[in-house]
């Protein structure tokens, strides 16, 4: 071994040895795996961009959700070009779409998020909307025309949900950095051009928001007028809320293909086209911006006398009148507490026997242990 004399040259070497050791040894981190994780995926996606000549990759947010079992499994799947069966979605679900812009491009990430359940899960929204995509995620509201006596409650629990969870990280926020937190600071956060039909009468959703009235083979047989009330009520909100309305179903391939632009509008910025279709006999095409007040008319009553109706303003109006029409069913479902080891989407047969044969075991246990105390009982 070497060794040093302590005179004024050998300290200033051990000095610069340590300070080399130190940048060699391993940082130690108080952040958790999943952060150090996040940090490292960042680092080689930036290393990435570096090497492709600097073009940035986009990454952005898809949240679906909506009436249960309305489709959005098999919609999503016919977006993504995926040709697999469509499963019911356990919770929530999550997935990525990726799409190259041009050739020896980097391709553009697309986190998508399904919550299943209908409403009764819908406080699991706080787990796609969060602070850190809140910039850059859009919902996509699949509502199934099939059963329109849950289609205004089902719309209204989900968005409030929605809209509550962005409030919260809009607010948390600006509370963390210092900012005097804001009320409505959510509204101002979509700008919409000065020339944007009703501008004034309008309460844009914070986020850009895509209304799927799903399952159309079906709702095309309803009666014309009950076609007119659930296509003229859709229109509204999807205009009050400053969103895109569209009606689709999974055995049209021209519709699909219309819903394929659109999905791919949010989930990759791609031109969602210039359709526009608004004739209730029809299905519905309407991007946003598309439409008007003055165009949807006033609501459809049929029998029923509005001027008796005590609204506290138009989106309540229209709520009475649809709910004249179509009385709504109970939104509060219960949770549903299905086991998923039962489930023949998750099976696993020698697990499975091996369960049946301790389940059986257990309850001959549960048998046997109850015959010695009712024989203990007998001896009392």
Not at 170 to 180: I, L, N, R, W
Not at 278 to 294: R, T, W, Y
Not at 313 to 325: F, G, I, Q, S, T
Not at 356 to 373: F, H, V
């Amino acid at each position: 071994m070497r060794r040093y004399c302590g005179n004024a040259s050998s300290s200033s070497f051990l000095i610069s040895r340590v300070a080399e050791l130190s940048m060699l040894m391993p940082k130690i981190s108080t952040d958790t795996l999943w952060e150090q994780a996040a940090a490292e995926v960042r680092g080689r996606e930036g290393e990435s961009r570096g090497a492709d000549g600097g073009e940035s990759v986009s990454e952005r947010t898809v949240f679906l959700m909506g009436s249960k079992a309305g489709g959005k499994t098999s919609i999503l799947l016919r977006c993504l070009d995926r040709d697999e069966p469509s499963k019911p979605t356990l919770a929530l679900e999550y997935t990525f779409g990726r799409r190259a812009r041009g050739h020896n491009t980097p391709k553009d990430i697309a986190h998508l998020w399904e919550l299943g359940g209908g409403t009764s899960l819908s406080d699991l929204v706080q787990i796609p909307i969060t602070p850190d995509s809140v910039s850059y995620v859009s919902i996509i509201l699949v509502l199934d025309l099939s059963k329109p006596n849950a289609l205004w409650g089902t719309m209204e629990k989900l968005l409030n949900a929605a809209h509550t969870q962005l409030e919260e990280v809009q607010h948390a926020g600006k509370t963390k950095s210092g900012a005097k937190p804001q009320t409505n600071a959510l509204s101002s956060a979509r700008v919409l051009p000065k020339d944007y039909p009703d501008r004034e009468l309008i309460s844009p959703f914070p986020v850009p928001l895509l209304i799927i009235g799903s399952k159309y083979d079906v709702f095309q047989e309803f009666d014309s007028d009950k076609k007119r009330v659930v296509s003229k009520t859709l229109r509204f909100v999807a205009h009050y809320y400053a969103a895109s309305l569209l009606f689709t179903s999974i055995k049209s391939e021209s519709l699909m293909s219309k819903t394929k632009s659109f999905f791919s509008h949010l989930a990759f910025g791609v031109d969602k086209g210039k359709t526009v279709s608004c004739d209730s006999s029809k299905p519905l095409v309407i991007p946003a911006g598309s439409d008007s007040f003055s165009q949807i008319g006033s609501p459809p009553a049929m029998d029923l006398d509005i001027t008796s109706l005590h609204a506290k303003n138009p989106k309540d109006l229209w709520r009475k009148v649809y709910e004249h029409v179509f009385p709504q069913e109970s939104t509060s479902e219960q949770r549903e507490l299905k086991d998923p080891a039962s489930d023949p989407q998750y099976s696993e047969p020698q697990i499975d026997a091996m369960r049946a044969q301790k389940d059986q075991e257990l309850e001959l246990y549960k048998r046997n242990a109850a015959k010695s105390w009712k024989g203990l009982e007998l001896e009392t």
